[in-house]
């Protein structure tokens, strides 16, 4: 080689920020960077005019890329583990001269021992949040049999009756109502009574994913595919929902592009990962929620019309709380009886109480009750939580309900006889619950007595009380 170009080369080397080596066709070290030993553990320019084979044969390369780049006679790229206990990324490069002979090997060395053990610790959290989401789905199912569907309303008994004809079909199911009104419950209600029921429950709120990750989370990615991928891939929901039900929540706030690719799905029962190259075939009972119009946002062209249709294929409309009176009955004293199981208490609710919740319309339905509940539980010191330990919003939107003064029950005549008295009041009394009442609970509650006492005196006074 030219001296004023070995010069040259020899000073380039030496300013580069990478780290190289340059070995003739021997395997003997020509040029390399200062300090490029020093990932081995060893003194900088320590090794110009060793053999890489012999360095290899002392343990210093393990493997050394030159001397498989020589062997190979094309480019190569390993992973070296050093004696100090470093990881380096290798790639080495043949040069050919005129007749087609390697002439020399080129190497870049990077220190890649942080990488390696970021990605070891990424690894290990990712461990633990599989086993995490699996305590997770374990806590939600055991959350679940502690939750059963209470209903009384009519509105609710014809829902079911429904959801029990179709439960065990496929065929997809749109719910539709206000934030808390219990869609994903019924949702996995479905599940639970299908065919599919050991099979996984995927549930994923749209709302809450972002939409730069949704198409990885979606449809998971093969390794490599962006920077910070996992080295195995991933699993998307889809292909964790197989065989199982995918439940897609709040299904308004999914992307134009997505709602593109989950149509594709839906159609013909395949997806592709990111950076996939291949199919994968997946079967799955598709159920969806919202609490939006999607009709109209199909109309203002921010939901595809075809998607709308394939998911409208049984729409099910669950009212809100305030529409189901009976329903807020049962639901406070589950409620009430769940908190204090919960946190070993016996709070009870005064009827004042229990009124001013009976009459207020709940805004986050279902949701916001049991918030509440918790809540008064946990934080009031006395046994009977009275109208002033309630939250001001609820207090607020009651204050014109007040309970009316039960009055005017004694006869007007006079009665000496005692159970006579008695008889007669407790019948002016059922006759004005009855006209204030929708069912027996309700009329309970308003005479403060259990809901059988009231079924045997209406038995017993049924040809006295208006009919």
Known sequence: ?????????????????????????????????????????????????????????????????NALVLKEKKEVRVLQQTTSGRVVMSTGYPIFNKEG????????????????????????????MEGFQTEVEELREKEASHHPLLFRSESMQHIFA???RIAATDASILFLGESGVGKSTLARHIHNQSERHKQPFIEVNCSTIPETLF????????????????????????EQADQGTLFLDEIGELPLAI????????????FMRVGGKEEKQVDFRL??????????????????????????????KIPP?????????????????????????????????????????????????????ERLVLTIEEPTILPHHLPSEINNATHD?????????????????????????????????????????????YLGISQPSVIYKMKKYKDRLPS
């Open 162 to 164: 429904t959801l029990h």
């Open 1 to 65: 080689m030219d001296q004023d170009l070995s010069l040259i080369l020899a000073k380039i080397i030496e300013t580069s920020n990478n780290n190289i080596t340059i070995t003739d066709d021997k395997g003997i070290i020509l040029f390399s960077n200062p300090n490029h030993w020093t990932m081995y553990g060893l003194e900088a320019d320590a090794y110009i005019g060793k053999s890489v084979y012999e360095l290899e044969e002392n343990g210093v390369l393990s493997p050394s890329i």
């Open 101 to 128: 002979s390697l002439q020399c090997v080129v190497s870049y060395s990077q220190d890649q021992t942080e990488i390696v053990k970021l990605q070891e610790q990424y690894d290990q959290l990712q461990v633990k």
């Open 287 to 316: 159920i969806t929620a919202t609490n939006q119009p999607l009709k109209e946002m199909v109309d203002q062209g921010t939901f595809r019309f075809d998607l709308y249709y394939r998911l409208n294929v049984i729409p099910i």
């Open 215 to 238: 198409e990885s989370e979606m449809f998971g990615y093969e390794p490599g595919s962006f920077t910070g991928a996992h080295k195995n891939g991933k699993k998307g929901l889809i």
């Open 259 to 270: 709602q593109v690719k989950l149509l594709k799905v839906l159609q013909e029962k395949k």
């Open 401 to 445: 309900y007040a309970a009316q003064p039960i009055t005017n029950v004694m006869p007007q005549t006079e009665i000496r006889d005692l159970k006579e008295a008695v008889e007669h009041v407790e019948i002016q009394l059922l006759s004005r619950a009855q006209s204030e009442c929708k069912t027996t609970y309700e009329m309970a509650k």
């Open 321 to 373: 709380l305030k529409e189901r009176q009976d329903d807020i009955t049962i639901l406070l004293q589950h409620y009430l009886q769940l908190m204090n199981e919960k946190y070993k208490t016996a709070k009870k609710l005064a009827p004042t109480t229990y009124d001013l919740l009976h009459h207020y319309e709940w805004p986050g339905n279902v949701r916001e009750m049991e918030n509440v509940i």
